[in-house]
Protein backbone atom coordinates (compact mmCIF):
# COMPACT_ATOMS: atom_id res chain seq x y z
CA UNK A 1 0.00 0.00 0.00
CA UNK A 2 1.21 2.83 -0.70
CA UNK A 3 1.76 5.68 2.02
CA UNK A 4 0.90 9.16 0.32
CA UNK A 5 2.50 12.19 1.63
CA UNK A 6 1.05 15.81 1.66
CA UNK A 7 3.27 18.66 1.61
CA UNK A 8 2.87 22.38 1.99
CA UNK A 9 5.28 24.57 -0.42
CA UNK A 10 6.05 28.34 -0.12
CA UNK A 11 6.94 30.15 -2.88
CA UNK A 12 10.81 31.05 -2.94
CA UNK A 13 10.06 33.54 -5.10
CA UNK A 14 6.83 35.11 -2.77
CA UNK A 15 9.36 35.48 0.36
CA UNK A 16 12.03 36.83 -1.43
CA UNK A 17 9.87 39.93 -2.72
CA UNK A 18 8.59 40.19 0.68
CA UNK A 19 11.99 40.58 2.40
CA UNK A 20 13.18 42.66 -0.01
CA UNK A 21 10.20 45.26 0.61
CA UNK A 22 10.96 45.33 4.31
CA UNK A 23 14.81 45.42 4.01
CA UNK A 24 14.10 48.50 1.31
CA UNK A 25 11.68 50.32 4.43
CA UNK A 26 14.40 49.98 6.90
CA UNK A 27 16.93 51.36 4.43
CA UNK A 28 15.06 54.01 3.24
CA UNK A 29 14.15 55.79 6.91
CA UNK A 30 18.00 54.76 8.15
CA UNK A 31 18.65 57.34 4.89
CA UNK A 32 16.43 60.02 5.45
CA UNK A 33 17.72 60.09 8.81
CA UNK A 34 20.98 60.23 8.07
CA UNK A 35 20.40 63.08 5.64
CA UNK A 36 18.80 65.20 8.17
CA UNK A 37 21.15 64.75 10.60
CA UNK A 38 23.92 65.43 7.69
CA UNK A 39 22.02 68.75 6.86
CA UNK A 40 22.20 69.73 10.74
CA UNK A 41 25.38 69.28 11.23
CA UNK A 42 26.70 71.40 7.87
CA UNK A 43 24.31 74.31 9.19
CA UNK A 44 26.01 73.92 12.42
CA UNK A 45 29.46 74.18 11.12
CA UNK A 46 27.96 76.89 8.75
CA UNK A 47 26.63 78.88 11.81
CA UNK A 48 30.15 78.65 13.54
CA UNK A 49 32.22 79.39 10.91
CA UNK A 50 29.93 82.70 10.54
CA UNK A 51 29.81 83.74 13.23
CA UNK A 52 33.89 83.64 13.55
CA UNK A 53 33.95 85.66 10.38
CA UNK A 54 31.66 88.05 11.84
CA UNK A 55 33.39 88.66 14.70
CA UNK A 56 36.77 89.24 13.47
CA UNK A 57 34.79 91.80 11.06
CA UNK A 58 33.64 93.60 13.87
CA UNK A 59 36.72 93.40 15.86
CA UNK A 60 38.43 94.49 12.25
CA UNK A 61 35.89 97.51 12.14
CA UNK A 62 36.57 98.62 15.39
CA UNK A 63 40.28 98.58 15.29
CA UNK A 64 39.53 100.69 12.21
CA UNK A 65 37.57 103.55 14.17
CA UNK A 66 39.83 103.82 16.68
CA UNK A 67 42.82 104.75 13.87
CA UNK A 68 40.55 107.28 12.43
CA UNK A 69 39.79 108.97 15.92
CA UNK A 70 43.10 109.10 16.71
CA UNK A 71 43.82 110.46 13.38
CA UNK A 72 41.73 113.32 13.46
CA UNK A 73 42.17 114.02 16.97
CA UNK A 74 45.76 114.52 15.61
CA UNK A 75 44.63 116.78 13.12
CA UNK A 76 42.35 119.11 15.08
CA UNK A 77 44.54 119.12 17.80
CA UNK A 78 43.51 117.73 20.94
CA UNK A 79 45.73 119.35 23.32
CA UNK A 80 44.85 122.73 21.79
CA UNK A 81 41.41 122.14 21.78
CA UNK A 82 41.87 120.97 25.84
CA UNK A 83 43.22 124.44 26.53
CA UNK A 84 41.36 126.45 25.06
CA UNK A 85 38.11 124.77 27.05
CA UNK A 86 40.02 125.33 29.97
CA UNK A 87 40.60 129.21 28.89
CA UNK A 88 36.59 128.79 28.11
CA UNK A 89 35.57 127.67 31.39
CA UNK A 90 37.65 130.78 33.36
CA UNK A 91 36.46 133.11 31.24
CA UNK A 92 32.63 131.82 32.09
CA UNK A 93 33.74 131.77 35.42
CA UNK A 94 35.17 135.43 35.76
CA UNK A 95 32.17 136.65 33.66
CA UNK A 96 30.14 134.91 36.76
CA UNK A 97 31.61 136.30 39.20
CA UNK A 98 32.06 139.69 37.25
CA UNK A 99 27.72 139.68 36.73
CA UNK A 100 27.01 139.10 40.68
CA UNK A 101 30.13 141.12 41.93
CA UNK A 102 28.19 143.76 44.20
CA UNK A 103 29.74 147.66 44.63
CA UNK A 104 28.30 148.17 48.58
CA UNK A 105 30.50 151.33 48.69
CA UNK A 106 27.83 152.62 46.48
CA UNK A 107 25.51 152.87 49.38
CA UNK A 108 27.44 156.06 50.66
CA UNK A 109 26.41 157.86 48.22
CA UNK A 110 22.32 156.68 48.56
CA UNK A 111 22.87 157.78 52.18
CA UNK A 112 23.89 161.37 50.93
CA UNK A 113 21.05 161.70 49.14
CA UNK A 114 18.73 161.34 52.16
CA UNK A 115 20.71 162.58 55.02
CA UNK A 116 19.55 165.81 55.95
CA UNK A 117 22.25 168.64 57.31
CA UNK A 118 21.83 167.63 61.41
CA UNK A 119 21.93 164.14 61.40
CA UNK A 120 24.65 162.16 60.80
CA UNK A 121 25.52 157.98 60.33
CA UNK A 122 28.07 155.79 61.76
CA UNK A 123 28.79 151.55 62.26
CA UNK A 124 27.59 150.59 58.58
CA UNK A 125 26.67 147.26 58.87
CA UNK A 126 25.56 144.79 56.03
CA UNK A 127 24.21 141.81 56.26
CA UNK A 128 23.33 139.77 52.81
CA UNK A 129 22.12 136.17 52.64
CA UNK A 130 23.82 133.29 51.82
CA UNK A 131 24.53 132.35 48.45
CA UNK A 132 23.28 135.63 47.52
CA UNK A 133 21.84 135.81 44.09
CA UNK A 134 21.92 139.46 43.20
CA UNK A 135 19.41 139.65 40.60
CA UNK A 136 16.45 138.75 43.29
CA UNK A 137 17.60 139.06 46.98
CA UNK A 138 18.06 141.54 49.48
CA UNK A 139 20.14 143.57 51.65
CA UNK A 140 20.00 144.39 55.03
CA UNK A 141 21.91 147.59 56.14
CA UNK A 142 21.63 149.06 59.78
CA UNK A 143 23.68 152.06 61.52
CA UNK A 144 23.87 153.88 64.08
CA UNK A 145 22.73 157.90 63.73
CA UNK A 146 23.36 160.98 65.71
CA UNK A 147 21.02 164.33 65.21
CA UNK A 148 21.49 167.59 66.92
CA UNK A 149 18.11 167.63 68.60
CA UNK A 150 14.90 165.49 68.46
CA UNK A 151 13.38 167.94 66.35
CA UNK A 152 16.53 167.11 63.60
CA UNK A 153 15.59 163.24 64.51
CA UNK A 154 11.74 163.83 63.25
CA UNK A 155 12.70 165.31 60.08
CA UNK A 156 14.76 162.95 58.94
CA UNK A 157 12.51 160.52 59.70
CA UNK A 158 9.90 162.04 57.63
CA UNK A 159 12.43 162.46 54.71
CA UNK A 160 12.91 158.40 55.16
CA UNK A 161 8.80 158.16 55.11
CA UNK A 162 9.21 160.14 51.30
CA UNK A 163 11.62 158.78 50.12
CA UNK A 164 9.68 159.01 46.29
CA UNK A 165 10.88 162.46 46.02
CA UNK A 166 14.29 162.16 46.24
CA UNK A 167 14.16 159.19 43.37
CA UNK A 168 14.89 156.08 46.15
CA UNK A 169 11.73 154.64 46.85
CA UNK A 170 12.87 151.65 44.44
CA UNK A 171 16.13 151.39 46.35
CA UNK A 172 15.71 151.86 49.77
CA UNK A 173 12.73 150.01 51.03
CA UNK A 174 11.19 149.80 54.64
CA UNK A 175 13.38 152.46 56.51
CA UNK A 176 12.77 152.45 59.98
CA UNK A 177 13.99 154.90 62.87
CA UNK A 178 14.45 153.74 66.25
CA UNK A 179 15.48 154.07 70.09
CA UNK A 180 16.04 157.56 69.78
CA UNK A 181 17.64 158.61 72.92
CA UNK A 182 19.23 161.56 74.24
CA UNK A 183 23.22 161.83 74.97
CA UNK A 184 24.82 163.53 78.21
CA UNK A 185 26.73 165.59 75.16
CA UNK A 186 22.68 166.36 74.03
CA UNK A 187 22.88 164.69 70.80
CA UNK A 188 20.05 162.40 70.20
CA UNK A 189 21.34 158.91 69.38
CA UNK A 190 19.07 156.40 67.00
CA UNK A 191 18.85 153.42 65.64
CA UNK A 192 18.26 152.89 61.43
CA UNK A 193 17.37 149.70 59.31
CA UNK A 194 16.46 149.33 56.01
CA UNK A 195 16.87 146.97 53.02
CA UNK A 196 18.06 147.56 49.33
CA UNK A 197 17.33 145.28 46.23
CA UNK A 198 21.00 143.86 45.87
CA UNK A 199 20.46 144.08 41.89
CA UNK A 200 20.81 147.98 42.50
CA UNK A 201 24.38 147.86 43.65
CA UNK A 202 25.85 145.46 40.84
CA UNK A 203 29.15 146.01 40.19
CA UNK A 204 28.79 145.69 35.88
CA UNK A 205 26.29 148.57 36.39
CA UNK A 206 28.49 151.04 37.70
CA UNK A 207 31.07 150.11 35.35
CA UNK A 208 28.91 150.68 32.55
CA UNK A 209 27.75 153.82 34.33
CA UNK A 210 31.31 155.03 34.58
CA UNK A 211 31.71 154.67 31.05
CA UNK A 212 28.71 156.07 30.01
CA UNK A 213 29.71 159.43 31.63
CA UNK A 214 33.11 159.82 30.55
CA UNK A 215 32.07 159.50 27.02
CA UNK A 216 29.68 162.04 27.38
CA UNK A 217 32.19 164.43 29.21
CA UNK A 218 34.51 163.64 26.52
CA UNK A 219 31.69 164.69 23.71
CA UNK A 220 31.13 167.91 25.40
Keep these: METKFQTSFIPKKQLSQTGSHISNSTYGISSLFLLIASIIFIASLAGAGGAYFW ?24 SDIEFLKQKQNKIDLSRKLINNHLSISRIFDI ?27 SIKISMRGYGTSFPSVAFQ ?10 GLSKIIKNPILSDPSLDSSGTVSFGFSATVDAKNFLYKDFVASSTANQGSDNNQ
Design 55 to 78: NDHVSNLQQQYKNDLTARQKEFGV
Design 111 to 137: LGRFTIENVRFLNLDVSAPAGLNAAGD
Design 157 to 166: SDVLSQLEKY
